[in-house]
T-cell receptor, first 117, second 112 residues
Framework: NAGVTQTPKFQVLKTGQSMTLQCAQD?????MSWYRQDPGMGLRLIHY???????DQGEVPNGYNVSRSTTEDFPLRLLSAAPSQTSVYFC????????????????FGAGTRLSVL | EDQVTQSPEALRLQEGESSSLNCSYT??????LFWYRQDPGKGPEFLFT???AGEEKEKERLKATLTKKESFLHITAPKPEDSATYLC?????????????FGKGTLLTVNP
């Protein structure tokens, strides 16, 4: 049972380059999300999806795009990388997005560590 | 705006020395409070979720409790393998993004 898988684990980009961070889950989870973690700050929500074909912005969406064509995959795209996007990125998923209980627990991947020079 | 404050920022214990971590929160309506453990270079690992004041949950040497304003993570007789950053997060009712609002974490070091 792989859970939430993120690739790559590490990436170095130059300012202006584009790239896609991959996230896949094998738990048939409805809800998926992307967070970034910066030193001295809590994790912050970038984008989220409540199901295939449905995405929306979180609290820090600028500079990032997402799509969700399948239940399993939720890639995060950086169109033109900036040094301010240097961070650790985590993908998370939960069985459902509404309600209360175990189905609402978000499980995280191991992260992608991104440096933009 | 939902807010989570964790204290202390860092805690150093001797093996076997029990202590507690604090998570104070303000939220419009609490859907759930979550505790995660994060090891260096890894993603947050789910520990507990609490839903209403007075609720308690235990797992090995860890016990989480919840009041209307804060949560405590009690660590009884810790071992070096308990060393990690412990993250607290809240999820609120209402809105559409189901986001977790995280605190900055408490870095726990347990010395042998």
């Amino acid at each position: 049972n792989a859970g939430v898988t993120q690739t790559p684990k590490f990436q170095v980009l130059k300012t202006g380059q584009s790239m896609t961070l991959q996230c896949a889950q094998d738990m048939n989870h409805e809800y998926m999300s992307w967070y970034r973690q910066d030193p001295g700050m809590g994790l912050r929500l970038i984008h989220y999806s409540v199901g295939a074909g449905i995405t929306d912005q979180g609290e820090v969406p600028n500079g990032y795009n997402v799509s969700r064509s399948t239940t399993e995959d939720f890639p995060l795209r950086l169109l033109s990388a900036a040094p301010s996007q240097t961070s650790v990125y985590f993908c998370a998923s939960s069985e459902t997005s509404g309600g209360v209980g175990a189905k609402n627990i978000q499980y995280f991947g191991a992260g992608t560590r991104l440096s933009v020079l | 705006e939902d807010q989570v404050t964790q204290s202390p920022e860092a805690l150093r214990l001797q093996e076997g020395e029990s202590s507690s971590l604090n998570c104070s929160y303000t939220v419009s309506g609490l859907r759930g409070l979550f505790w995660y453990r994060q090891d260096p270079g890894k993603g947050p690992e789910f520990l507990f979720t609490l839903y209403s004041a007075g609720e308690e949950k235990e797992k090995e040497r860890l016990k989480a409790t919840l009041t209307k304003k804060e949560s405590f993570l009690h660590i009884t007789a810790p071992k070096p393998e308990d060393s990690a950053t412990y993250l607290c997060a809240v999820q609120a009712w209402g809105g559409s993004n189901y986001k977790l609002t995280f605190g900055k974490g408490t870095l726990l070091t347990v010395n042998p």
